[in-house]
């Protein structure tokens, strides 16, 4: 694995990408921010816990960072408990588990998956569909799963606070 810090304006550039997405609290004004790469992987790390990872060259939230936010009220997908152990074992999201969605989701949106009784975020994925598309498709796979509690990432950051 290969880890180091990142440079100012970098740092800028996520934070502009976040505050885009209403995420613009996640990296205090003085935190330590550094890289971790592994293989295809690289993530954020603020103050040596990884809270956001950078996928196609965007950046979002990993489930670790989701947790870190008072409430979810953009860019969410909650599933019924039904759906849970699959999205945790890797499985992309189907519609017939999804109970709601924030009506402003377009295709291609990074999307934290909520359980619908704890509304905790279980994983990160990209939306398939747009808002309208979840209002008329009653089947289908509707989110790809890139992150879920549980999987390397996760793991990763385990690893990384000892």
Not at 20 to 33: D, F, M, S, T
Not at 52 to 70: M, N, P, Q, S
Not at 134 to 157: A, P, Q
Request: with cysteine.
């Amino acid at each position: 694995m290969k880890r180091y810090f990142i440079r100012k304006d970098k740092v800028n550039e996520i934070r502009k990408q976040l505050k885009e997405l209403g995420y613009e609290n996640i990296i205090p004004k003085k935190a330590k921010v550094e890289v971790a790469e592994m293989d295809d992987l690289k993530l954020i790390l603020i103050e040596r816990e990884p809270l956001i990872l950078e996928h196609d060259k965007r950046y979002f939230l990993t489930v670790k960072g989701a947790l870190k936010l008072k409430e979810i009220n953009k860019n969410f997908v909650v599933v019924d408990r039904g759906a849970i152990p699959h999205i945790i074992n890797g499985a992309d999201i189907m519609r017939p588990g999804v109970v709601d969605y924030d009506k402003n989701i377009k295709k291609g949106d990074f999307v934290i998956v909520v359980d619908e009784n704890h509304k905790k975020p279980i994983a990160i994925g990209i939306s398939l569909w747009s808002a309208e598309e979840f209002d008329k498709n009653e089947r289908g796979k509707c989110v790809k799963n890139i992150h879920y509690v549980g999987d390397k990432i996760w793991k990763l950051g385990e690893q990384l606070k000892q």
